[in-house]
T-cell receptor, first 115, second 114 residues
Framework: ETGVTQSPTHLIKTRGQQVTLRCSSQ?????VSWYQQALGQGPQFIFQ???????GRGNFPPRFSGLQFPNYSSELNVNALELDDSALYLC??????????????FGPGTRLTVL | AQSVTQLDSHVSVSEGTPVLLRCNYS??????LFWYVQHPNKGLQLLLK??????LVKGINGFEAEFKKSETSFHLTKPSAHMSDAAEYFC????????????FGSGTQLTVLP
């Protein structure tokens, strides 16, 4: 069983640029969630994708967008980067089995620095 | 809305002594609660989860937590701390919506002294 992987590990961008972060789900999982973890804080939910559709969204502006592909890998895109977007971005995959909702398994994260 | 409050931002214990990390929750429904651990420069690892079965939940690495509805608490304990337990610990509640998103506490940094 392969775990959740994310790329790249680190990324440096300048304000106003756009960035794409990537995530590969754990084998057999069909749901992916993205979280933003600012320094010294707990992760905050950005959005979730289930079967290639957005399935819920946290309190993040539309410049945060995502995609999920048929193989259940996922992308997080952030446009018009701001300094406050500097954070660790975590991807988590889960298998949503009926109405139970299953445990989320996290990847190692992508550290984004916006200068 | 659901939320969790971690009562201590930092906890220091000596190796071999008990660990207690405190968490209170707020929820309008029967919650699913989790504890995750984050080691430096690593992702989050699930320690244990409560999903309305037994109130005493056993997790990995000797950790356990007890769900107490009357006190709205879900404290994490371990009988004997090990140096490798030094990390950031997050108490987490899962939402009821279709996304069942996780809401994290602010974290407790555990230091283990030799």
């Amino acid at each position: 069983e392969t775990g959740v992987t994310q790329s790249p590990t680190h990324l440096i961008k300048t304000r106003g640029q756009q960035v794409t972060l990537r995530c590969s789900s754990q084998s057999g999982h069909n749901t992916v969630s993205w979280y933003q973890q600012a320094l010294g804080q707990g992760p905050q939910f950005i959005f979730q994708y289930y079967r290639e559709e957005e399935n819920g969204r946290g309190n993040f502006p539309p410049r945060f967008s995502g995609l999920q592909f048929p193989n259940y890998s996922s992308e997080l895109n952030v446009n018009a980067l701001e300094l406050d977007d500097s954070a660790l971005y975590l991807c988590a995959s889960s298998l949503v089995a009926g109405g139970v909702g299953d445990t989320q398994y996290f990847g190692p994260g992508t550290r984004l620095t916006v200068l | 809305a659901q939320s969790v409050t971690q009562l201590d931002s930092h906890v220091s214990v000596s190796e071999g002594t008990p660990v207690l990390l405190r968490c209170n929750y707020s929820s309008s429904y029967s919650p699913s609660l989790f504890w995750y651990v984050q080691h430096p420069n690593k992702g989050l690892q699930l320690l244990l989860k409560y999903t309305s079965a037994a109130t005493l939940v056993k997790g990995i690495n000797g950790f356990e937590a007890e769900f107490k509805k009357s006190e709205t608490s879900f404290h994490l304990t371990k009988p004997s701390a090990h140096m490798s337990d030094a990390a950031e610990y997050f108490c987490v509640v899962r939402g009821p919506g279709s996304a069942r998103q996780l809401t994290f506490g602010s974290g407790t940094q555990l230091t283990v002294l030799p």
